[in-house]
């Protein structure tokens, strides 16, 4: 779904926001039509900058160069992305990443995948104000109500919508929930949407940078890394390249003691894999049922409905497994 456009007092945003970060937070009372072309956009962006930074105010205007990026690159504190330097009437001014995005074919290299598994740990353990219960079965059903209740113009799409059996997928959500609850992951605050798009490194710097917390919320530790896990197939969706159980431990290693890896237990690990890969089964049911509302809503040219029946189908495909594998390892807990 498209983000929504934030109304805010900046002013406001920028006072409380001085008590959360180090660094101080610029405010404008100015707005900005995102939908504007570049030319009548960037006298705009010329004054919202002197006005929000003070110290540019006399500065001409070559100094400025101004361009369209595409890609959401939103802040966290603690050093996971771009710097927060400004809020004005409808957005945020961020620092520049000098990096790149990693492929989906990167995250499976072994040295990449151990620092994105220690980055990740990091990442876990940051405290954010507010709710602290997780989101993910919430979001879930949110989603299941907008996209069971859908209209197409065109007839093809409604004819292929109308396949899909809202019905049965709401007794999976049901069935899921119940068993992901009994494996008691613990909740942390979870990127939501590790994709590779949302990973940055520079390797002249060794830094890795996760971006875009459009989704970002207190979750599930095992829905974390088992969505990114089931990133690795990438949007061409080949789930031929998600992790054998070896590059599985490789990460877990790495993300259960980042100083010791090698010392990892083989009960730390067994449960862990459990945890991921049956909560890998709700990224696929999520993001189904996120892409039928994207087909509806997205102006972006891609076959959102068809991306439904791929994550739709992965998930009937792994079930049987990875049920087997979690009820499996509930039972032995229960007989020891």
Same mark, same amino acid.
């Given at each position: 779904?498209?983000?929504?456009?934030?109304?805010?007092?900046?002013?406001?945003?920028?006072?409380?926001?001085?008590?959360?970060?180090?660094?101080?937070?610029?405010?404008?009372?100015?707005?900005? #039509?995102?939908?504007?072309?570049?030319?009548?956009?960037?006298?705009?962006?010329?004054?919202?900058?002197?006005?929000?930074?003070?110290?540019?105010?006399?500065?001409?205007?070559?100094?400025?160069?101004?361009?369209?990026?595409?890609?959401?690159?939103?802040?966290?504190?603690?050093?996971?992305?771009?710097?927060?330097?400004?809020?004005?009437?409808?957005?945020?001014?961020?620092?520049?990443?000098?990096?790149?995005?990693?492929?989906?074919?990167?995250?499976?290299?072994?040295?990449?995948?151990?620092?994105?598994?220690?980055?990740?740990?990091?990442?876990?353990?940051?405290?954010?104000?507010?709710?602290?219960?997780?989101?993910?079965?919430?979001?879930?059903?949110?989603?299941?109500?907008?996209?069971?209740?859908?209209?197409?113009? #065109?007839?093809?799409?409604?004819?292929?919508?109308?396949?899909?059996?809202?019905?049965?997928?709401?007794?999976?959500?049901?069935?899921?929930?119940?068993?992901?609850?009994?494996?008691?992951?613990?909740?942390?605050?979870?990127?939501?949407?590790?994709?590779?798009?949302?990973?940055?490194?520079?390797?002249?710097?060794?830094?890795?940078?996760?971006?875009?917390?459009?989704?970002?919320?207190?979750?599930?530790?095992?829905?974390?890394?088992?969505?990114?896990?089931?990133?690795?197939?990438?949007?061409?969706? #080949?789930?031929?390249?998600?992790?054998?159980?070896?590059?599985?431990?490789?990460?877990?290693?790495?993300?259960?003691?980042?100083?010791?890896?090698?010392?990892?237990?083989?009960? #730390?690990?067994?449960?862990?894999?459990?945890?991921?890969?049956?909560?890998?089964?709700?990224?696929?049911?999520?993001?189904?049922?996120?892409?039928?509302?994207?087909?509806?809503?997205?102006?972006?040219?891609?076959?959102?409905?068809?991306?439904?029946?791929?994550?739709?189908?992965?998930?009937?495909?792994?079930?049987?497994?990875?049920?087997?594998?979690?009820?499996?390892?509930?039972?032995?807990?229960?007989?020891?």
């Amino acid at each position: 779904m498209g983000a929504e456009v934030k109304i805010w007092n900046p002013v406001e945003v920028a006072e409380q926001a001085s008590h959360d970060y180090v660094s101080k937070i610029h405010p404008s009372q100015l707005a900005i #039509d995102p939908s504007l072309e570049l030319p009548h956009m960037t006298p705009l962006v010329l004054n919202m900058c002197k006005d929000m930074f003070k110290a540019w105010a006399d500065l001409d205007d070559s100094c400025f160069d101004i361009e369209k990026i595409s890609g959401g690159i939103t802040n966290l504190s603690a050093g996971f992305g771009a710097k927060w330097l400004g809020i004005f009437g409808n957005g945020m001014v961020q620092s520049f990443i000098n990096a790149q995005t990693l492929s989906p074919s990167d995250m499976r290299e072994p040295k990449l995948a151990a620092k994105i598994a220690k980055q990740l740990k990091r990442f876990h353990n940051v405290e954010i104000p507010g709710s602290k219960e997780p989101q993910l079965w919430n979001d879930v059903w949110k989603f299941f109500e907008k996209a069971s209740v859908l209209k197409f113009d #065109d007839s093809e799409i409604q004819k292929t919508y109308e396949t899909i059996s809202f019905k049965e997928i709401h007794d999976e959500i049901v069935e899921l929930k119940g068993l992901c609850d009994l494996l008691k992951s613990p909740v942390i605050f979870a990127h939501n949407d590790l994709l590779s798009g949302n990973i940055m490194i520079n390797h002249e710097e060794d830094k890795l940078y996760f971006i875009d917390y459009e989704y970002a919320s207190y979750n599930y530790r095992g829905y974390d890394i088992g969505n990114h896990f089931a990133e690795y197939a990438g949007f061409d969706c #080949d789930f031929d390249l998600y992790p054998n159980i070896n590059e599985q431990y490789h990460f877990f290693r790495h993300y259960l003691q980042p100083e010791r890896p090698h010392e990892v237990s083989e009960k #730390d690990l067994e449960a862990l894999y459990v945890e991921a890969n049956t909560f890998s089964l709700a990224s696929h049911v999520f993001w189904a049922l996120w892409g039928v509302i994207q087909a509806k809503m997205s102006p972006i040219e891609f076959d959102y409905l068809g991306y439904f029946f791929l994550r739709y189908k992965e998930y009937k495909r792994q079930k049987e497994k990875y049920f087997l594998l979690a009820r499996t390892y509930l039972t032995g807990c229960k007989n020891k």
